[in-house]
């Protein structure tokens, strides 16, 4: 096996390549304006599709940032907001949201990957590591 492709099968560049993935996609569709995640603002009081396009486009711009920032230099306090991030999406659709239980179970490595590398980086001991 070459060097660099050795480099990139580790087990950090492994989950920050799928952690990537996972937020260029929803960064993607989120830009799209998918229209079937309309429904995850409903509960919120948010019905207004304009608004819901305006978020979506927000929260697309911000997901595709944090995919390249986690690919170029993958920032302790980034991967947490990520895990987090993930874990909201998978809950907002149960029991908020109209989807059933196995949806939020589905999602698991939408939290998962994150949090994981997250630990492979290394838990910070003081508030300055948050953001190295």
């Known amino acids: 096996m070459n060097s660099r492709l050795h480099a990139l099968c580790t087990p950090q560049w492994i989950l920050r390549i799928a952690v990537a993935g ?3 996609g929803h960064g ?3 830009l799209q304006g998918k229209e079937g995640w309309f429904k995850y603002f409903t509960p ?3 019905t207004d599709e304009q608004t819901i396009v305006r978020m979506l486009l927000i929260v697309g711009i911000i997901d595709l940032l944090l ?3 986690v690919l170029v230099r993958p920032v302790r306090g980034l991967v947490l907001w990520m895990a987090f991030w993930g874990l909201w999406t998978a809950l907002v659709r149960w029991p908020i949201g109209p989807d059933p239980f196995w ?5 698991s490595a939408n939290w998962g990957a994150p949090l994981a ?4 980086m290394g838990w910070p001991k003081k508030f300055k590591e ?3």
């Not at 949806?103 to 999602?107: A, F, T």
Request: charged share 15%; net charge negative.
């Open 22 to 24: 996972e937020f260029i």
């Open 28 to 30: 993607v569709f989120a």
């Open 44 to 46: 919120f009081g948010i």
């Open 67 to 69: 995919a390249i920032h």
């Open 103 to 107: 949806d939020l179970v589905e999602r």
């Open 117 to 120: 590398l997250l630990l492979l």
């Open 130 to 132: 948050w953001w190295s």
